[in-house]
Nanobody, 115 residues
Framework: QVHVVESGGGLVQPGGSLRLSCVAS????????MRWYRQAPGKERELVAIITSTGTTTYADSVKGRFTISRDNAKNTVSLQMNSLKPEDTAKYYC?????????WGQGTQVTVSS
């Protein structure tokens, strides 16, 4: 059975940093393309960052230069380092593992940026 579990969310002041982590078990992690999404209240889910099985990364324009996605295949973990956080980054952040028709989601972790 596949499990995807996010952690690391919380309350942070504008300009601060947070590091989100996602552990995916029950799958061959190294072969999966991993994504971080976010969803703010009243808004559609937004793709934040992608990392392929070979380590190629892609970012939404809104986070480019501030967020960094990385993976550790030995630990079945993908991380999202978030710097220079803004109030508009406030959202629930979701981890997604995808390989062809296989598509797994975590329950999300809340990030709130507020003074």
């Amino acid at each position: 059975q596949v499990h995807v579990v996010e952690s690391g969310g919380g309350l942070v002041q504008p300009g601060g940093s947070l590091r989100l982590s996602c552990v995916a078990s029950g799958l061959t992690f190294s072969t999966y393309r991993m994504r971080w999404y976010r969803q703010a209240p009243g808004k559609e889910r937004e793709l934040v960052a992608i990392i392929t099985s070979t380590g190629t990364t892609t970012y939404a324009d809104s986070v480019k230069g501030r967020f960094t996605i990385s993976r550790d295949n030995a630990k079945n973990t993908v991380s999202l380092q978030m710097n220079s956080l803004k109030p508009e980054d406030t959202a629930k952040y979701y981890c997604n593992a995808r390989l062809y028709d296989a598509d797994y989601w975590g329950q999300g972790t809340q990030v709130t940026v507020s003074s």
